[in-house]
């Protein structure tokens, strides 16, 4: 039709490439971009920085899409490094102000306190969940029209509408985990597999990249969930752990697969069921051939050993200044050994997680241990333990405290005949 297009993207090409007007995404081999690791945020925000110099137009533009730049940026897990980090933390500022009437009024129904409490965890856990809601289950128009209207009613309308379909995915994601995990226990030997490859008729597509992400934290090995529909056609996410490139293992089984594209960590693929097991076992291979035993192995980095006492508001405001966290830059973890726990720890959520106080010396704090509650019969053994965990700042009721987030907990090393 004769119009000039110009394509945007942030993915690993394949090898033919769109004829346009131009294409913009730093991992093209001929791109001498030097930041590849833009999300499709940050790559539009540069088109849109160009078009403003072009034009002669005010750079306030710019300023007022950060917000957008910086949701995108941070929901898509990209590594919170070089110009990500920049665009997230200038963004996050804007987006403390922002006009945007749908940003408001999401942010409303998630809870999130603009003035105090807003950071990539926020935007990951609360904001991003609420918006991928929309294209999961339902019609993703839905968010545009979001972020784009100055009607009050229609954006508190809207938010309302994205806070009930996110309960509804977050109970359709809860059916899929928990029919994985029986198929995990029942078909996966953990012993010999060093990925987990499951597919099965009626699980929604909208959940497959969550349910994916879920498994690869909780067996520590590439996972990948495809759901089938009734002609046979399959559509599945993938998410994998730093030792295997998905990408490349993708690329190495694709005459199994109808299409697949994504990054090293996570990816998209489509395939017919009657090429699943050839697949599941060629990509098996590939990943046997990659992987080491030690690889499978969850392992926790720590950046030093701290003591109860150095925590106090100094070191806290330092530590504000590392972020943005993210990817890439992930919140420091420090080990804090030989703690006793004040009075009854607690198991809290849905059995799951735990709650618990430490003291050393004179120096008491909480600790929240997600996932962790399998830990409970270490902690009420009346022993001392040694916690690998993150300091931050918890916001309960409008009240601000320091507490840790624990990764992992175990019986003080002489008490557990370790050294």
Excluded at 83 to 108: C, D, M, P, Q, Y
Excluded at 113 to 125: A, E, G, I
Excluded at 190 to 218: F, P, R, T, Y
């Amino acid at each position: 039709m004769n119009i000039d297009v110009i394509i945007t993207d942030h993915h690993i090409p394949g090898d033919t490439i769109p004829q346009a007007l131009a294409v913009l995404n730093p991992k093209q081999i001929d791109c001498l971009y030097p930041f590849k690791e833009l999300c499709g945020c940050g790559v539009a925000l540069k088109l849109m920085t160009d078009l403003t110099k072009k034009f002669n137009a005010s750079f306030e533009l710019i300023i007022d899409l950060l917000d957008l730049a910086a949701l995108g940026t941070a929901a898509d897990l990209v590594p919170m490094v070089d110009e990500n980090r920049l665009i997230v933390s200038f963004g996050l500022e804007t987006l403390k102000n922002t006009k945007r009437l749908g940003i408001r009024e999401l942010l409303k129904v998630a809870g999130v306190d603009l003035d105090r409490n807003l950071n990539v965890s926020q935007v990951v856990f609360h904001v991003a969940p609420r918006i991928n809601a929309a294209g999961r289950l339902g019609d993703a128009n839905r968010v545009v029209e979001l972020l784009t209207t100055t009607a009050y009613n229609t954006a508190a309308q809207l938010a309302r509408e994205l806070d009930e379909e996110n309960k509804r995915r977050q109970t359709i994601q809860q059916e899929v985990i928990d029919e994985a995990i029986l198929m995990v226990n029942s078909n996966v030997d953990l012993e010999n597999d060093v990925a987990i490859i499951l597919g099965s008729e009626g699980w929604h597509q909208g959940v497959a990249g969550i349910v994916a992400s879920k498994l690869k934290e909780m067996y520590h090995r590439p996972s990948l969930i495809i759901s089938f529909d009734k002609e046979g056609v399959g559509k599945g996410s993938a998410r994998s752990i730093n030792s295997l490139d998905l990408y490349k293992a993708l690329d190495f089984t694709k005459h199994w697969l109808h299409n697949y594209g994504g990054h090293a960590m996570a990816a998209g693929l489509s395939l017919k069921k009657s090429n699943f097991n050839s697949f599941r076992k060629e990509f098996m291979e590939y990943a046997k051939s990659v992987l080491k035993t030690r690889d499978l192995e969850p392992v926790i980095i720590l950046e030093g050993e701290l003591l109860l006492l150095d925590i106090n508001r100094r070191f806290m405001k330092f530590l504000e200044k590392l972020g943005p966290y993210g990817p890439g830059n992930m919140r420091p973890k420090f080990a804090v050994r030989s703690v006793d726990i004040v009075g009854n720890p607690r198991i809290i959520g849905n059995g799951d997680h735990i709650r618990f106080q430490v003291k050393q010396g004179h120096s008491t704090f909480p600790v929240i241990g997600f996932n962790l509650a399998s830990k409970y019969e270490n902690l009420i053994l009346g022993q001392p333990v040694d916690i690998a965990c993150v300091v931050e700042t918890n916001i309960w009721k409008g009240i601000e405290s320091v507490q840790l987030n624990a990764r992992d907990i175990q019986l003080l090393a002489s008490a557990n005949g370790r050294t």
